[in-house]
């Protein structure tokens, strides 16, 4: 039986869900409709009760009486799978505070207001491509990482994770962005499909050198994940401009950090094919 995905869209204004749903419908999906905080979480309880799955949360953070980070908030509080449900985060604001609350609440990935309906169709479908088959998709697609990190626990901890949790077959290790660009730039190589950086490694920060990668033609879609130990506004502000690119706690738990590496490689492949 092919599994359909339900996915619940949380949004106040009619027309974002409808917009939602009608970019959507070509692919199968089924919808639940909750018009403000309080019916999405009514519309959680009773699925937990019930145990009814929802596969993935698109909300917006701007609705009357509960915000969408008040939800994100109580989802994350009750007990059984309803943490585990990712979301889809959109906002009209892209201001620094509002990001560091978003990411902190660990949500799979946000999406600014205006948005097209190809960004909306790749994030939606690279999540539910994570749910289904992520892991048969990296394996034989012979993915490869670059991590740019001073720290070599982290180091570890990363490639120890992308090999032995996800089947990544190749990840190289630099602790400078000289030496990342020297990797990047080699002509024996092909592109990477993924690249985890530190945000600051000495006196240098990676968004120079992430805008430096984007004007590369073969690193236009190449996710970059960013690590951070403390999620300062003014850096995720500056994060915010660089496209498909992610942030993520230093201490990340492992299962989320699969996922989230999971979900970082369908997204590169989800840009690439629409």
């Known amino acids: 039986m092919k599994f359909i ?13 409808q917009n939602i749903i009608e970019t959507l419908k070509s692919e199968k999906m089924e919808f639940i409709e909750a018009v403000d905080g309080y019916a999405a979480m009514e519309i959680l309880e009773n699925a937990e009760e019930r145990m009814e799955n929802i596969d993935l949360m698109i909300c917006d953070i701007n609705m009357p009486g509960i915000s969408g980070l008040e939800v994100i908030t109580e989802k994350n509080n009750i007990k059984n799978y309803l943490p585990y449900i990712p979301v889809l985060m959109i906002t009209s604001s892209n201001t620094g505070e509002i990001i560091s609350e978003i990411w902190k609440l660990n949500v799979t990935d946000i999406l600014f207001k205006p948005f097209t309906s190809k960004d909306l169709l790749s994030k939606v479908l690279s999540i539910i491509s994570t749910l289904v088959n992520a892991d048969e998709l990296i394996k034989s697609s012979k993915n490869s990482t670059l991590i740019i990190s001073s720290s070599v626990f982290q180091s570890s901890f990363f490639k120890k994770t992308l090999e032995q949790q996800v089947g990544i077959q190749k990840v190289d290790i630099v602790n400078n962005f000289s030496d990342a660009w020297m990797h990047i730039v080699s002509s024996s190589r092909k592109p990477y499909d993924l690249i985890f950086t530190d945000w600051q490694i000495n006196e240098d920060d990676c ?5 430096k990668i984007r004007n590369k033609e073969d690193y236009k879609n190449v996710p970059v994940c960013i690590t951070m130990s403390t999620l300062d506004p003014a850096k995720l502000n500056s994060i915010a401009n660089i496209p498909l690119s992610s942030v993520i706690y230093k201490n990340i738990a492992k299962e989320d950090l699969i996922f989230k590496i999971k979900y970082l490689f369908n997204l590169k492949n989800s840009y690439i094919s629409k």
């Not at 968004?207 to 805008?211: H, R």
């Open 5 to 17: 995905p339900k996915i619940l869209i949380v949004d106040d204004s009619t027309v974002v869900r």
């Open 207 to 211: 968004q120079k050198f992430t805008e």
